[in-house]
């Protein structure tokens, strides 16, 4: 069984920053560096968005074209943790935010959320204006 659970989501005030994390475990979870983790979000009456993705070894990330520039994806493979770093918050970042993961062999189609295999279930994050 694989789990993701994600933190540190919260209210912030437009133009402020917030740390989410995203903590992987589970007996078959054996090696967190194998997995690309992905982070993706979900306003209400919308549908899923990609927010960003890092490879297993984290030396690839990729961003959603609204959050370039602003988020930074990272990871500690010693602790099984994948953060988002959010900054310059606006009110249309607030969602419920998702981390996802699924092998890293799988090397294309970062932003598709029908090819993660793992999801947890969100961290709410709410921007005011």
């Known amino acids: 069984q694989v789990q993701l659970t994600e933190s540190g989501g919260g209210l912030v005030q437009a133009g402020g920053s917030l740390r989410v994390s995203c903590a992987a475990s589970g007996r078959t979870f054996s090696t967190f560096s194998t997995y690309t983790m992905g982070w993706f979000r979900q306003a209400p009456g919308k549908d899923r968005e990609f927010v960003a993705a890092?490879?297993?070894?984290?030396?690839?990330?990729t961003y959603g074209d609204s959050v370039t520039g602003r988020f930074t994806v990272s990871r500690d493979n010693a602790k099984n943790t994948v953060y988002l770093q959010m900054n310059s918050l606006k009110p249309e970042d607030t969602a419920l935010y998702y981390c996802?993961?699924?092998?890293?062999?799988?090397?294309?189609?970062?932003?598709?959320?029908?090819?993660?295999?793992?999801w947890g279930q969100g961290t709410q994050v709410t921007v005011s204006s």
């Open positions: 890092i490879s297993g070894s984290g030396g690839f990330t």
């Open positions: 996802a993961a699924r092998s890293d062999r799988f090397a294309s189609a970062w932003s598709a959320p029908l090819t993660y295999d793992y």
